[in-house]
């Protein structure tokens, strides 16, 4: 530490710094430095360096709608009063305890990596539902495109006919593509075992017939199309397009579950969700790479064990059933597979025997995909209510999930309203997961 | 709250406290700058006021206040002054603004003392009044730029005017990155740039798949910007800087604390966070106080240089008021990667081996799970990419025109992922034979599903750093693994749902990298997947439940 005083410091002036300081001093010079904050030139952008190599190349992404209870499922607190009767099984992952209530799943938890400190603000379905999807607060101004929207938008196709993002059993609540052009948005599916539904031509008209008619409706369109190049006409054209592109696709069958062995289409499960799972095995197979599968029935505020046990059966054998299943296809190596919902239950149980809403601490899942597995990232304290190391944010979780498969996540798009958004807003991925 | 009334009470003792241990009484003193210095300020502008009562009510006299507020203020100045020459010993300032914050204050407070002399004068004779007002407007200008100065001088450059519109100046809201980019252009001429994007123009994964501007739409078109702190770096793995040639060095054995590091450090570092500052409370001049870290906390964390701010800080934007150093170029992209290797590799101060190891290189306690820290372990692929040629552009539109898909897997985008299980017309020979010509580009080549035959796999031979390799559910057969032989470099095979059996596959014994392969549904046999187990021992053989 230097002892010098002020007065030595003085001494140190030479006359040099003499006349600088005065001149700053008393000449106004000073006043140059406000103008520096001011922009002189905004130069080119930088463009942005590609994307790290991908771990995954497709994404299942299973959503638990209506909030699914951590501490009933993948993040049990054995000994702790707020448990209730749920008992805690030995997994294949080494110290990662689940609920007695997803049997099959515990030998598969090596694959696994289950995210307990997710934490965020939005204890109410529609809200949350919106920021686990789209990473960003629900607002009256703005639809903010949902992940798997963002996912086409940015990596394009790799199946040149069949859509690149497809939400089965996905309610109206889905923020679909959001501000994005509609050609992203999901293609709905209600019932998977039903398949793609209107996708042949009908009796009586044959493929040259329909041709032409195609061809009639562009050539009436094309004026207008010209005229008004904008998102909603280009939407309606587009939609046209992807649809007859889809009944043409030679990978339509993708769609057709009855391909499917008996014997394998009971082990997802008869229900749903189970199949479900399989048609996305099914697609991402065929290189669609993002695929949305919801279950619902988890809003248990009354019941809460019963009504658990139940949803965890059904996702515990669609889940065990499609780890496994993707793992013997060597398709697990690349495709990440995610379980999702909008927050966990409270660790004090209610009057009905249920558990509410509550988001400050709930889990989720990460598999395959370039993520090791066999851990569990972060943990809520001893009652199951907060996050007690390494909180994850909603945004965080998403952009693990844009990391893995290499996306620009930081890349800023610009909404037609004229405001910067990105994949995750400002999400950091969990890169130790990979 | 009690002590600092005490303090305050006590105020005039801490001066003999000063006398008699000079540098702490300074310091202490010092603290009290920001407390004192608004007083002259207010009683400045307070003389203004009145003074521009008197104008306007077009008194004859000067209001009887100016002269007390005046002395007051320029009082007030002058130990302003005092105390702010006192802060300054404590050296936390960088010098150059702290010379336009110093020589502003000490000219108000000479501005003052004119100004009572002024008054007096005026006083006296009215016709001097409009050079009274004069310096007296003069000085409240002075005041303002002074207190920008010293604003400046606290909280940063840019910090009045960062959340200003930004055609105000205001800084541009940032997207959240997972580690700070590296500077948006290196300083020194580097003989490959490896960020440049890949040439492949109609490609439709990445940047090319965003829908074109249209000409006359209403709303702003979807168009993709660069965010201002260029956030590809952000997510790039550490082994993606390896593959910059100056950074060559590192990668070879990997950075060494006294040969790579000290060296960067004692040049551009501990000028500020040294011996005679320690800007933020960091030294950063000896292994030990580089582990204390700074008043923030530490400032490295081995294995995870994008938590680590020893690297975050020095990879900013050249433009980033946060950039260090906060003076002069910003580091040189190979120093960065330096730095960015070396804390991935551990932060250690000695090399293994070396006789300090056992102290040095033990790494601070972090709250992060070991084997949860840090980004993706280190693969050959991008140190693969180094020595390839790009590939040619021609032929990747050519297989982009027919349906396939080509991916960049490296950061140079010479190693590629191709994708040929969509092609518009049913795979043939002649799909494959395209490969050729980039053939020691791809790396992974996915024909699942497709129509590949036996006799056009002879078309892989010339992939030579293939390593992953996609046939399930075709009729690839015993006859067609006879072609794999060659592919050395080999590590995921997958042959699910094929008609290949027991008698072919032993062809596969020799490619001794494989590290998963995937025989479900095909015709092998549990004791032929048993033998070729045996020949390769570290492979994962998945045969199914």
């Known amino acids: 530490m230097s002892r010098r005083t002020a007065c030595h410091r003085l001494d140190d002036l030479s006359r040099r710094d003499l006349l600088v300081g005065g001149a700053k001093a008393l000449l106004g010079v000073g006043m140059l430095n406000l103008f520096g904050a001011l922009p002189v030139f905004a130069g080119d952008p930088e463009p942005a360096a590609p994307a790290p190599r991908p771990t995954a190349k497709n994404v299942i992404y299973l959503y638990m709608a209506g909030g699914m209870s951590h501490l009933d499922t993948f993040d049990p607190k054995p000994g702790s009063e707020t448990q209730g009767p749920t008992k805690a099984i030995a997994t294949s992952a080494d110290g990662v305890q689940i609920s007695e209530y997803l049997p099959k799943l515990a030998p598969l938890m090596k694959h696994v990596v289950v995210v307990r400190s997710l934490t965020s603000t939005q204890g109410a379905h529609e809200p949350g539902n919106y920021l686990m999807h789209t990473s960003y607060a629900q607002r009256g101004t703005i639809r903010h495109p949902a992940l798997g929207a963002w996912v086409s938008f940015l990596s394009g196709r790799i199946n040149g006919t069949l859509p690149g993002n497809v939400a089965i059993g996905a309610g109206s609540q889905h923020p679909g593509a959001g501000f994005l052009e509609s050609r992203f948005s999901p293609l709905p599916l209600g019932n998977a075992a039903a398949g793609l539904q209107h996708s042949t031509l009908p009796a009586g008209i044959d493929q040259e017939r329909f041709d032409r008619r195609m061809e009639l409706r562009k050539r009436l369109d094309a004026g207008f199309d010209a005229r008004f190049d904008q998102r909603q006409v280009r939407a309606y054209r587009d939609l046209y397009d992807e649809a007859v592109q889809l009944m043409g696709s030679k990978d339509l069958a993708a769609f057709d579950l009855s391909k499917e062995s008996e014997n394998l289409r009971d082990a997802y499960g008869e229900h749903d969700f189970g199949q479900g799972c399989l048609l996305a095995r099914r697609l991402i197979e065929h290189d669609v790479r993002f695929v949305e599968v919801q279950l619902g029935g988890w809003d248990t505020h009354d019941d809460n064990f019963d009504r658990v046990q139940t949803q965890a059966g059904i996702l515990d054998t669609a889940l065990a059933t499609l780890l496994a299943d993707l793992s013997a296809r060597g398709l697990l190596d690349e495709t990440l597979v995610v379980v999702a919902t909008e927050f966990g239950r409270s660790p004090v149980i209610n009057g009905n025997k249920g558990r509410d809403h509550h988001p400050k601490a709930f889990s989720g899942l990460l598999a395959g995909g370039g993520i090791r597995g066999g851990r569990a990232w972060g943990a809520t304290d001893e009652r199951g209510h907060a996050p007690a190391s390494d909180p994850v944010q909603i945004p965080d979780f998403n952009a693990t999930i844009g990391y893995a498969l290499g996306l620009p996540i930081d890349k800023v798009v610009v909404a037609p309203n004229g405001r910067p958004f990105t994949l995750a807003d400002k999400g950091v991925p969990l890169a130790g997961l990979f | ?545």
């Open chain 2, 1 to 545: 709250m009690p002590r600092a009334v005490r303090i305050l009470a006590l105020l005039p003792l801490a001066a003999l406290a000063a006398a008699a241990e000079p540098s702490r009484g300074l310091e202490f003193l010092g603290r009290f700058h920001p407390v004192v210095v608004h007083l002259p300020i207010g009683l400045l502008i307070a003389v203004a006021l009145v003074e521009a009562r008197t104008w306007w009510q077009g008194a004859r006299q000067p209001d009887p206040a100016r002269g007390v507020l005046l002395v007051a203020a320029t009082v007030g100045a002058v130990v302003a002054v005092g105390l702010g020459l006192a802060l300054a010993q404590g050296g936390e300032y960088d010098p150059d603004q702290l010379g336009w914050h110093q020589w502003l204050g000490i000219a108000v407070a000479v501005a003052g003392g004119w100004l009572i002399a002024l008054h007096h004068l005026e006083w006296r004779h009215h016709r001097l009044r409009p050079l009274f007002r004069l310096a007296l407007a003069g000085s409240v200008v002075l005041l303002g730029v002074t207190g920008h100065a010293g604003g400046t001088l606290t909280h940063g450059p840019g910090y009045l005017t960062r959340y200003a519109p930004t055609w105000l100046g205001g800084v541009p809201p940032r997207p959240a990155l997972l580690a700070p980019p590296a500077p948006t252009a290196p300083t020194e001429p580097s003989p490959a740039p490896a960020v440049e994007p890949p040439s492949m123009a109609p490609e439709p994964v990445g940047e090319v798949t965003m829908p074109s501007p249209p000409a006359n739409d209403d709303p702003p078109p979807l168009r993709p910007v660069v965010p201002p702190r260029d956030p590809g770096r952000a997510t790039t793995p550490p082994e993606a800087m390896m593959d910059e040639p100056m950074a060559a060095p590192a990668a070879a054995g990997g950075p060494d604390f006294a040969r790579d590091i000290a060296p960067i450090l004692a040049a551009r570092c501990t000028e500020c966070h040294g011996d005679t500052k320690q800007k933020g409370g960091l030294r950063l001049d000896s292994p030990a106080a580089i582990r204390t870290g700074s008043k923030k906390g530490a400032v490295l964390v081995p294995g995870a240089p994008e938590r680590s701010s020893l690297f975050t800080s020095v990879a900013l934007p050249a433009d980033d008021p946060d950039i260090m150093p906060a003076r002069g170029e910003p580091l040189s992209a190979a120093q960065i990667a330096l730095i960015k290797a070396w804390i991935s590799a551990g932060a250690l101060f000695a090399a293994p081996g070396n006789s300090e190891a056992p102290t040095q290189a033990k790494p601070p306690p972090t709250t992060a799970k070991p084997a949860a820290s840090g980004p993706p372990p280190a693969t050959a692929y991008d140190q693969l990419a180094t020595g390839l040629a790009k590939p040619d552009s021609g032929t990747i539109e050519a297989i982009t025109a027919g349906g396939g898909v080509v991916t960049p897997l490296s950061r140079n985008g010479a190693l590629l992922e191709v994708n040929l299980a969509h092609t518009r017309a049913p795979l043939t020979a002649n799909h494959l034979q395209q490969l050729a010509r980039i053939g020691s580009n791809i790396a992974w080549l996915d024909l699942a599903g497709s129509t590949v035959g036996d006799g056009m796999l002879a078309q892989l031979k010339a992939l030579p750093n293939l390593r992953r390799l996609h046939l399930e559910r075709t009729a690839i057969g015993d006859s067609g693994l006879v072609h794999l032989t060659g592919l050395k470099a080999l590590e995921y095979l997958n042959l699910v749902g094929t008609k290949v059996s027991d008698a072919g596959l032993y062809r596969l014994h020799g490619l001794d990298r494989l590290e998963r392969v995937y025989l479900w549904q095909s015709q092998v046999t549990a004791a032929g997947a048993k033998k070729l187990q045996a020949a390769l021992p570290k492979a994962q053989i998945n045969f199914g439940q």
